[in-house]
T-cell receptor
């Protein structure tokens, strides 16, 4: 069974640009979660999508947004990039069965903002 | 109230030793507590998880101890090996309220196991 996949693996942007990160969940999983792992700040929850709807949002500004497609893949968009947005962005997915609590992570997209 | 505090920040043990990593939380709504292992350049991988209705859970060499009254939980790694050298994160979530679906992570512990 393939795990969570993310693309691209690395992304370099300049301040003020927009970044788009993509995630494909494990087959059969309907929930997708996004986290930011910045140096020294640990893993911070960004967004949760389930069945195409945003279910919960972390303490991030509105320029962080996303969506979930009918095939359950997801996209994270970061507008007006700032230097402090440089981080590893992790996507996770979970199954619709049970309590949906176990989240499985992908390898991440490393975003560098210059 | 949403924080999970993890200690120590780093830990060095010899092969065969038993490293212990501790976490504490404030939010009594948390009802699921997973531990993740992360190697450099990789995403976190789920190791083991516990609910507050049990005080201990073992899976292979990994054991979680849970103290609901103290709002603390810890990870023990038995017979540690150099391959266990990684960063370990505790986390917590709930099945309702503002924490629903959101994993709140500790700051991480960098474990080094010397041969």
């Amino acid at each position: 069974e393939a795990g969570v996949t993310q693309s691209p693996t690395h992304l370099i942007k300049t301040r003020g640009q927009q970044a788009t990160l993509r995630c494909s969940p494990i087959s059969g999983h309907t929930s997708v979660y996004w986290y930011q792992q910045a140096l020294g700040l640990g893993l911070q929850f960004l967004l949760w999508y389930d069945e195409g709807e945003e279910r919960n949002r972390g303490n991030f500004p509105p320029r962080f947004s996303g969506r979930q497609f009918p095939n359950y893949s997801s996209e994270l968009n970061v507008n007006a990039l700032e230097l402090e947005d440089s981080a590893l962005y992790l996507c996770a997915s979970s199954s619709p069965t049970g309590l949906q609590e176990t989240q499985y992570f992908g390898p991440g997209t490393r975003l560098l903002v210059l | 109230q949403q924080q999970v505090k993890q200690s120590p920040q780093s830990l060095i043990v010899q092969k065969g030793g038993i490293p212990i990593i501790n976490c504490a939380y404030e939010n009594t709504a948390f009802d699921y507590f997973p531990w993740y292992q992360q190697f450099p350049g990789k995403g976190p991988a789920l190791l083991i998880a516990i609910r507050p209705d049990v005080s201990e859970k073992k899976e292979g060499r990994f054991t979680i101890s849970f103290n609901k009254s103290a709002k603390q939980f810890s990870l023990h790694i038995m017979d540690s090996q150099p391959g266990d050298s990684a960063t370990y994160f505790c986390a917590a979530t709930s099945h309702g309220g503002t924490s629903y679906g959101k994993l709140t992570f500790g700051q991480g512990t960098i474990l080094t196991v010397h041969p």
